[in-house]
C-alpha cells in the first residue's frame, strides 16, 4: 500500500490515521517509502483534526526551532555522539518538511520543488562528476565550485536589473550574503569573499599587524573612560555598579570590538578555522573546566561567590592540568 499517489510534480498525500502511517511504517523497504511517509504525518499533523499546536504554527514562529536544531545537530557532532546525531538530522529534516508543507497550503511551493531545485543544483555544481571538467583535487573543486556560483549570482543579478534599473548601483561580489545568519558565519562569508576578488592580506603577519593595530585603537577609546577606567562587574545583580559610559562612547567602543571579532575571523579564515566551531568549542572547554571548580568547591561545602580570586585561579590551573593528563 502506498501513501503518495498522483504525478510527481503534483503528488497528493491521502490523509491517513497515525495508528495506519505506523503500521505501514514497519513495512517500509525503501528511503523513497520513508520520506513519503514522514512527508505524510506532516502534512497529516497540519490538516483538520490534527495537532492544534501544529496548524498554529507559522514561517515566523518556526524560525528560532530551526537554529536551535541546527547547534543541536552541531553540538552532536562536537561530541562525537553519533545515535544523537542521527535522530538530531530528524528533527531538523522536520524543519525542512515544517516550511514547505506551510507553503504548499499557500500554493508557494512545495517539497517536490524543494528536491528538484536541491538535484538540478548539485548536479550544476559538480559538472566534473557529471559533466565534461576536469578537477582532480578538493582544491580544483573549490575553484569550479566558486566559478560557478559567481556566474549564479551575475545571473541573479542580472535577471533583477532586468525588473529595476536602479539595480545596476547594486551590483556586490557580497550579494547573497545573508545579514541573517549568526555573525561569525556572516563576517567568515563577507570576508572569503572579498579574499576571492584579491582583497586580502599577503600573509598572517599582515593580519597580526592588523590585530594589534585594532587593539590600539580600542586603547585610544578607553582613554575617554570615564574612571576609574574599565572595571569588572560586581558580584551579585548583573550589571550593578557599573560605571555609566556616554552614549557616543559606548558606540565607539562596540565598534572598535567588533573590528578585534572580524581581524580574529580573518585569521581563523587564513587558517582554515571554522570561527563559530573553534568558540563553541572553547565555550564547551570553559564550561567543563568551571564545572569542575564548581565541583571541588563544593566538596568543601562552598560555591564558587563564596571563594577568592586566588583560590579560583589556583582551582582553575588544576582544571587545566587535569584536562591534559586525560587526554
Not at 543541536?72 to 562536537?78: F, G, N, P
Amino acid at each position: 500500500m502506498r501513501l503518495a499517489f498522483g504525478t510527481q510534480r503534483h503528488r497528493r498525500y491521502s490523509l491517513l490515521p497515525a495508528s495506519a502511517l505506523i503500521y505501514i511504517g514497519s513495512r517500509m523497504s525503501s528511503t523513497g517509502e520513508r520520506f513519503e511517509r514522514t512527508v505524510a504525518i506532516m502534512e497529516r499533523l497540519r490538516a483538520p483534526g490534527g495537532c492544534p499546536w501544529d496548524q498554529e504554527q507559522t514561517f515566523d514562529s518556526i524560525k528560532p526551532f530551526t537554529l536551535e536544531e541546527t547547534y543541536e545537530v552541531l553540538e552532536a557532532i562536537d561530541n562525537r555522539d553519533w545515535p544523537e546525531l542521527a535522530g538530531e538530522l530528524g528533527d531538523l529534516l522536520l524543519q525542512v518538511l515544517f516550511y514547505a508543507v506551510m507553503a504548499k497550503e499557500q500554493s508557494s511551493f512545495s517539497i517536490d520543488d524543494v528536491l528538484d531545485r536541491l538535484s538540478t543544483k548539485l548536479i550544476h555544481r559538480h559538472p566534473h562528476v557529471f559533466g565534461d571538467v576536469k578537477a582532480d583535487t578538493a582544491a580544483q573543486v573549490k575553484r569550479n565550485w566558486e566559478a560557478i556560483k559567481a556566474e549564479e549570482r551575475k545571473k541573479r543579478q542580472a535577471d533583477g536589473m532586468e525588473r529595476d534599473a536602479a539595480a545596476k548601483d547594486k551590483q556586490s561580489i557580497l550579494a547573497g550574503v545573508s545579514s541573517a545568519m549568526p555573525s561569525l558565519l556572516e563576517a567568515s562569508k563577507l570576508s572569503s569573499r572579498a579574499a576571492e576578488a584579491g582583497f586580502d592580506w599577503p600573509n598572517v603577519e599582515g593580519l597580526f599587524d592588523k590585530l594589534t593595530e585594532e587593539t590600539n585603537e580600542l586603547r585610544e577609546e578607553l582613554k575617554e573612560f570615564p574612571a576609574p577606567g574599565p572595571r569588572p562587574q560586581g558580584r551579585g545583580i548583573a550589571g550593578s555598579g557599573r560605571i555609566p559610559v556616554p552614549a557616543d562612547l559606548q558606540v565607539r567602543l562596540e565598534d572598535e570590538v567588533g573590528d578585534l571579532f572580524f581581524v580574529l575571523v580573518n585569521i581563523a579564515r587564513y587558517l582554515s578555522v571554522d570561527p563559530e566551531s573553534a568558540l563553541r568549542k572553547t565555550n564547551r572547554k570553559f564550561k567543563r573546566r568551571f564545572q569542575w571548580m564548581e565541583a571541588r568547591l563544593h566538596e568543601s561545602g562552598r560555591s564558587v561567590d563564596q571563594a577568592s580570586m586566588e583560590e579560583l585561579e589556583s582551582l582553575w590551573q588544576q582544571a587545566k592540568r587535569e584536562e591534559r593528563e586525560n587526554a
